[in-house]
């Protein structure tokens, strides 16, 4: 069964930093492209940022090209999103998702970011 | 960025009642259009994609339709486990873009 767990998220005061983590289980993560979809309290989706399952294709949402870098760690089983410079718009639940043929077939259940003073 | 846009944003039907949603994208997208389904305080779920693929497991009275830059959904006969917000997405190019959602309700 696959089970994406993310974890990381919390009250951030505007202009700091967080990392976020999604655990992946249950499938060969290594053969997955991955990506981070958000969704901010009352909203809709929005995807945020992909990266190939080698790593060498990233891409980023315009929004938070530059402050935001994903990453991965295939032997680790792991998916990361650093976010810097993090501000109120960036505020929402954040799901880990994987996307083996060009839709989000696989969810992790999200961790909440609050930015805020 | 490619534009989609659902309608309506909510509706409300009676069981059994035939639903339908429509997505609309600002430009081709060829068949590049997935259907998400995502209940209360809950993560999406994909029902269908590549436009009229149904994802395993999803009941056969969900079904898409479409292509180019017209899209829908429909449900066949709604139930009560249905209730949920729906959400198109477009995954022809990058950025993958989605619609604003439309929430399903029983009346």
């Known amino acids: 069964e696959v089970q994406l767990v993310e974890s990381g998220g919390g009250l951030i005061q505007p202009g700091g930093s967080l990392r976020l983590s999604c655990a992946a289980s249950?499938?060969?993560?290594?053969?997955?492209?991955m990506n981070w979809v958000r969704q901010a309290p009352g909203q809709g989706l929005e995807w945020v940022s992909y990266?190939?399952?080698?790593?060498?294709?990233?891409y980023y949402a315009d929004s938070v090209k530059g402050r935001f870098t994903i990453s991965r760690d295939n032997a680790g089983n792991s998916l990361y999103l650093q976010m810097n410079s993090l501000k109120a718009g960036d505020t929402g639940v954040y799901y880990c998702?994987?996307?083996?043929?060009?839709?989000?077939?696989?969810w992790g259940q999200g961790t909440l970011v609050t930015v805020s003073s | 960025d490619i534009q989609m846009t659902q309608s309506p944003s909510s509706l409300s039907a009676s069981v059994g009642d035939r639903v339908t949603i429509t997505c609309r994208a600002s430009q081709n997208i060829n068949r590049y259009l997935n259907w998400y389904q995502q209940k209360p305080g809950k993560a999406p779920k994909v029902l269908i994609y590549a436009a009229s693929s149904l994802q395993s497991g999803v009941p056969s009275r969900f079904s898409g339709s479409g292509s180019g830059t017209a899209f829908t959904l429909i449900i066949s006969s709604l139930q009560p486990e249905d209730v949920a917000t729906y959400h198109c997405q477009q995954s022809d190019s990058m950025p993958w873009t989605f619609g604003q959602g439309t929430k399903v309700e029983i009346k």
């Open positions: 998702t994987t996307s083996g043929s060009k839709y989000f077939d696989s």
């Open positions: 990266i190939e399952s080698g790593g060498g294709t990233i």
């Open positions: 249950g499938f060969a993560f290594g053969s997955y492209n």
